[in-house]
């Protein structure tokens, strides 16, 4: 096995066991009782049954069905997307960074019918949305993915200029 297809499998599989753990935690210690941390971190368990910021929250079974189906559609385009920036020698951290927040969050979706959040950023009075580790890998992901597009338009107009 070449060593970045090991990386890439040990980012994967670190992301969604790292939360799968951490959610466990959540439902067996935040069930009862928030946690207080610092002034502007709380541990509270949030049962979400939409996406991020609670979009799209469906309370009927028909429509978290079709929110679920749309989730899982989107996951399996994003592993074609996936296999495709690995057929042309891309590096995929950014990519499994994603994919491992995405099928852990879909997990739960599936074993739980909502995700699992439970980390509370707030300052004051305001609070963030509750989230998990699953969506801080999706977002580091999707920042990497970012950052390397502009990295690449970057260089080619640098390369075009010189």
Not at 33 to 54: C, H, I, K, M
Not at 115 to 135: E, K, M, P, Q, Y
Request: hydrophobic share 50%.
């Amino acid at each position: 096995m070449n060593s970045f297809i090991l990386r890439y499998l040990i980012i994967l599989t670190s992301g969604f066991w790292l939360d799968r753990w951490s959610k466990n935690l959540a439902v067996l210690f935040l069930e009862a009782q928030d946690y207080f941390v610092t002034p502007w971190l709380n541990f509270s368990l949030q049962w979400n049954r939409g996406v991020s910021f609670s979009w799209f929250t469906s309370y009927s079974t028909a429509g978290y069905v079709a929110l679920t189906l749309g989730v899982f559609a989107v996951i399996v385009l994003f592993g074609f997307y996936t296999w495709g920036q690995y057929r042309t020698g891309k590096t995929l951290y950014g990519e499994m960074f994603v994919l491992a927040g995405a099928a852990s969050n879909f997990v739960d979706r599936v074993r739980h019918g909502a995700v699992i959040d439970f980390i509370d950023l707030h300052l004051g009075s305001w609070h963030f949305a509750t989230f998990n580790i699953a969506d801080m890998c999706i977002c580091a992901g999707i920042t990497w993915l970012v950052l390397v597009q502009v990295k690449e338009v970057y260089d080619a107009k640098f390369e075009k200029n010189s």
